[in-house]
C-alpha cells in the first residue's frame, strides 16, 4: 500500500525523523492559510499524487510571496500531472503539500528495503541525492553504499556511523545523520514498511540533516496489524475496477487491452496473459481468482472483467487443483445469468478451458447448460489463439 | 529417491484441526504420506481420521506443541497450514524440534516475519520449504502440502517452480508427453523464503535419480539469474530447461505473489530470460510449450530415451 509524501512525513515525524515544517492542504485557500501559519520567506508548493518524477513535471514550485503560492495552488489542483512513473494518463492533483523551504548545501539518498537474498534489511544511502536511484546503480554503483542489519540487533550506532563517514558528511552533521537513519529504520520496522525513501535527504548550510522527499511503502501483508496506516489510504489515487477486485478477495491488475483472461494461481495468470500477448492480443488484465473459486466469485469476476465495455473477449484459463473445475463452470452459468439480459448468454466471446480436478465434470455442466457465446477449448494453446482471433475479428 | 521426502519420511500436520488442513490431511494419507501426528494448541487428546492409500483407517493423534508431537511419534517433517498472523511462530517451533524439513503453506505472512525466522534458522538443521508455496511431492511416496497427485508419474525429472498452478500445469504437461518426475518442489512465491533456486538445484544434483530439471521463475527478484550462473558453474552434467511467467508485467505492479513486482527496473522476465539462454538453457516461449521444452532438452542431452518413463 502506498500512501502520499505529506502523510509519509507525518509518520516519520512521529518517529523523530527531521521534516520539514509542513501542512497539506485541499483548496487553495488551505493552501495561503498554510504558507501564512508556516511564515517562511520561501514555501514549497507540492502537488501530492502516488507517483514520483513529480518536480521534472511541474508539480514542485518555490512561492516567494503569498500571491505566489495562490496562483501556483490554483494551477496545480485538479491540474492532471503526467510524470515518469504515472502512465500517458497522468494523475490528477487533488492535494499539495504546503512547506517551508529549505536552505540546501547538498543533496543526499537513504532508503531501507528488505534485500530477498540476505533476508535482512538493508540501509542504502548515496551521494548522488535527488537522482533516480535506479540510475545511479547503472551507472555508478560504487556511488552507493549499504549496511545489511541483524534483525535481532536492529541498525547498530556503528553501522550509522560508517554511513555518515562514507557519505562524507561534515563533522557537525554526523550526529545529525545518524539520528535520521535511525528515526527512519525504526519507522520502516515500527510500521512493517516494504520501502522508506527519503530523496533527496539534504544537508543545510547551518549543518542540519532532514528529509526534503518522503516515501513509505507498506507490506499488504502486516497492514492487519496498523490500522492507523490503513487509514491513510488514498482509494482515489487507485484503479476503480482494482478496489472493487480487492474487496471481492480477488488479484485483479487491470492492463488497459481488450482481451480479459481469468485465471487460477499468480503464476499460470501471469502467463496467460503473456500467451495471449503472444498469439497477438492486448491483454486487458491479470486475474487470479485464487483457490476457492465459489460460483458467486467466478461471477463477480466477470463482471469486474466487462464493466464499462472494456474487454471484446474473455479467455477462461483454469487448472484445478485444489479449486474445481465443476465450479468454476458454476461459476460462468451464474455469471451469465447476471451479465446478460436473457441469463444464458455472454455479451463478449468467453473461450474455456478447463484441466485437472473435475475437468471432465466442468466440461461436461457447461455442454448440458449451452450459454451463448461460450465456447469450449480444447487445449491452453489453442484457447488463447481462438479468443485473439474472435477479438481481433470483431475489431475488424 | 528424488529430493528431500520419501516414504519413510513422518510428517506432522500443523494446525491440523483447520478445515482446510484437514481436507490436505486426508489428501495426503491417500497418497501414501506417512501422517503421524498432528498440532493445534488446546486440541490435544482429539484424532483426525483418514484413510491410507491402501484404504486402511488411520486415526491421527492431535498434540498441543510440536515438542509433544516429536516426542511421541518420532516424526521428522512438518507441514504448516497455520493462518498468516501465526505461522511465523508455527515455523520456529518447528525449527526448534529440529525437524529435517518444514513445509510452510501459508500466503500473506508479512516480510518482517520472515526476515526474523530466516535469521532464527541459521545454523539450525532444518530445510524451510515455503512459505506462500504448494508444498513438494516425490512421485509415488510422499507428499506434503496441497499438489495434486494424481497428475505425477515417476521418472527422472526435477521440477522446481514459484507458482503452486504452474507447478501443476508443468507436471501434466511432462506427464502427458511421457516425462516422469522424482521430486515437484514449490518453493513459494514470497520474497523472503526457506529454500530458492540453487537451494533445490544443488539437493537435486546430488540425486541420483533425476537426470534433468525443469526451472520455473517469474518476475521479482534475481534468483534465475544467480541459479543460471550456479548452473554454468556447479551442474554441467545435468540438463535444465525453464519458464519465465510475467513477459507483459507493467513495472511497480504486484502481480498476485507478493514478490512478483519489477522493482527499480530490476527482476523483469526479459532479464531472466537473457541470463538462462546465456548459460545454454532453453526457456520455453510460452506456458503451453513447456512440455515441448523440456523435451527438447532432454533430445539435445541425448537422455529422452531414459527420461520417457511414462
Redesign the interface.
Known amino acids: 500500500m502506498n500512501i502520499h509524501e505529506y502523510q509519509s512525513k507525518q509518520v516519520l515525524k512521529s518517529f523523530g525523523v527531521n521534516v520539514p515544517n509542513g501542512k497539506p492542504a485541499f483548496s487553495v485557500e488551505e493552501a495561503v492559510a498554510a504558507a501564512k501559519e508556516i511564515g517562511t520567506s520561501v514555501v514549497v508548493v507540492k502537488a501530492q499524487i502516488h507517483a514520483g518524477g513529480r518536480g521534472k513535471a511541474g508539480g514542485v514550485k518555490l512561492a516567494h510571496n503569498l500571491d505566489e503560492v495562490e496562483q501556483f495552488a490554483k494551477e496545480l489542483l485538479g491540474k492532471v500531472l503526467v510524470t515518469k512513473?504515472t502512465g500517458p494518463a497522468g494523475k490528477k492533483v487533488n492535494r499539495l503539500l504546503i512547506e517551508s523551504g529549505a536552505d540546501i548545501a547538498k543533496e543526499y539518498y537513504l532508503s531501507f528495503v528488505?534485500d530477498?537474498?540476505t533476508?535482512?534489511?538493508v540501509m542504502m544511502a548515496s551521494t548522488e541525492g535527488g537522482m533516480e536511484?535506479?540510475k545511479v546503480?547503472a551507472e555508478t554503483p560504487e556511488k552507493i553504499f549499504k549496511e545489511y542489519i541483524?534483525?535481532?540487533i536492529g541498525l547498530a550506532p556503528f553501522q550509522t556511523s560508517r554511513m555518515a563517514y562514507k557519505l562524507g558528511l561534515p563533522k557537525p552533521a554526523i550526529r545529525p545523520a545518524q539520528k535520521l537513519m535511525s528515526c527512519l529504520y525504526n519507522a520502516f520496522?515500527g510500521k512493517?514498511c516494504?520501502l522508506a525513501e527519503i530523496n533527496p535527504m539534504v544537508l543545510t548550510k547551518d549543518n542540519d540533516v532532514m528529509a526534503l522527499d518522503a516515501k513509505l511503502n507498506f507490506?499488504?501483508?502486516?497492514l492487519?496489524?496498523h490500522p492507523d496506516i490503513v487509514e491513510l489510504r488514498d482509494e482515489t489515487e487507485e484503479d476503480p475496477k482494482e478496489l472493487e477486485a480487492a474487496a471481492a478477495d480477488l488479484?485483479y491488475?487491470n492492463?488497459g487491452g481488450d482481451v480479459a483472461c481469468m485465471?487460477?494461481?499468480?503464476?499460470?495468470?501471469?502467463?496467460?496473459?503473456?500467451?495471449l500477448?503472444?498469439f497477438g492480443g492486448d491483454?486487458a488484465n491479470?486475474l487470479?481468482v485464487g483457490g476457492d473459486s465459489n460460483p458467486e466469485k467466478i461471477a463477480k469476476a466477470f463482471n469486474i472483467m466487462l464493466e464499462g465495455g472494456q474487454s471484446k473477449g474473455i479467455f477462461v484459463n483454469i487448472?484445478?487443483?485444489?479449486n474445481r473445475c465443476d465450479q468454476v463452470a458454476e461459476g460462468v452459468i451464474a455469471a451469465a445469468k447476471i451479465v446478460s439480459e436473457d441469463g444464458k448468454s455472454m455479451p463478449v466471446p468467453v473461450v474455456v478451458r478447463l484441466?485437472?480436478?473435475n475437468a471432465e465434470k466442468g466440461r461436461e455442466i457447461l455442454k448440458n447448460t449451452p450459454i451463448k457465446n461460450v465456447i469450449m477449448a480444447p487445449?491452453?494453446?489453442g484457447g488463447?489463439e481462438q479468443i485473439v482471433k474472435l477479438v481481433n475479428e470483431a475489431k475488424a | 529417491m528424488g529430493i528431500l521426502v520419501n516414504k519413510d519420511t513422518k510428517v506432522i500436520v500443523q494446525g491440523i484441526t483447520g478445515k482446510q488442513a484437514t481436507f490436505h490431511t486426508m489428501q495426503m494419507l491417500a497418497y501414501g504420506t506417512k501422517i503421524v501426528a498432528g498440532v493445534t494448541p488446546g486440541k490435544a487428546g482429539q484424532t483426525v481420521d483418514g484413510k491410507d492409500k491402501d484404504g486402511n483407517e488411520v486415526k491421527v493423534p492431535v498434540f498441543n506443541t510440536v515438542k509433544d508431537a516429536v516426542d511421541a511419534t518420532g516424526a521428522n517433517a512438518s507441514v504448516i497450514y497455520v493462518p498468516?498472523?501465526f505461522a511465523a511462530d508455527s515455523i520456529m517451533e518447528a525449527i526448534d524440534a529440529e525437524l529435517d524439513v518444514v513445509v510452510c503453506i501459508t500466503e500473506?505472512?508479512?516480510?518482517?516475519?520472515?526476515?526474523?525466522v530466516?535469521?532464527y534458522l541459521e545454523g539450525k538443521k532444518t530445510r524451510l520449504i515455503g512459505p506462500n508455496c504448494?508444498g513438494i511431492l516425490t512421485t509415488d511416496e510422499c507428499k506434503l502440502g496441497?499438489?495434486?497427485g494424481y497428475?505425477h508419474k515417476k521418472g527422472h525429472v526435477g521440477v522446481i517452480?514459484?507458482?503452486?498452478?504452474?507447478t501443476?500445469?508443468a507436471t501434466?504437461q511432462l506427464t502427458a508427453a511421457g516425462i516422469g518426475q522424482t521430486t515437484a518442489i514449490g518453493i513459494g512465491?514470497d520474497?523472503?523464503k526457506g529454500t530458492d533456486f540453487i537451494d533445490a538445484l544443488k539437493l537435486f544434483k546430488d540425486d541420483p535419480d533425476t537426470l534433468a530439471v525443469l526451472m520455473?521463475g517469474?518476475?521479482g527478484?534475481?534468483?534465475e539469474e544467480?541459479a543460471a550462473k550456479w548452473i554454468k558453474e556447479n551442474m554441467p552434467d545435468k540438463p535444465v530447461a525453464a519458464?519465465i511467467?510475467?513477459?507483459?508485467?507493467?513495472p511497480?505492479?504486484?502481480?498476485?505473489?507478493?514478490?512478483?513486482i519489477i522493482s527499480?527496473?530490476?527482476g523483469t522476465?526479459a532479464d531472466k530470460i537473457k541470463a538462462l539462454n546465456a548459460v545454454g538453457i532453453d526457456v520455453a516461449?510460452?506456458?503451453?510449450?513447456i512440455g515441448d521444452t523440456v523435451v527438447k532438452t532432454l533430445k539435445k542431452a541425448g537422455i529422452y530415451e531414459k527420461c520417457h518413463t511414462c
Open positions: 512513473q528488505v530477498r537474498q533476508a535482512k534489511v536511484i535506479e546503480a541483524d534483525p535481532v520496522i512493517d516494504s507490506d499488504d501483508s502486516a492487519y496489524r488479484n491488475v492492463l485465471v487460477n494461481g499468480a503464476g499460470l495468470a501471469m502467463a496467460t496473459v503473456d500467451i500477448k503472444y491483454p491479470f487470479d487448472f484445478g487443483g485444489i484441466e485437472g480436478t487445449t491452453m494453446e488463447a | 498468516a498472523r500473506h505472512i508479512p516480510v518482517l516475519d520472515m526476515v526474523k530466516r535469521r504448494p496441497i499438489i495434486p497428475i517452480s514459484r507458482s503452486g498452478t504452474l501443476y500445469e501434466f512465491g520474497p523472503v520455473i517469474e518476475i527478484g534475481n534468483a544467480d519458464f511467467s510475467g513477459r507483459q508485467a507493467p511497480g505492479k504486484r502481480m498476485g505473489h507478493a514478490g512478483a527499480g527496473g530490476k522476465a516461449d510460452t506456458v503451453a510449450h
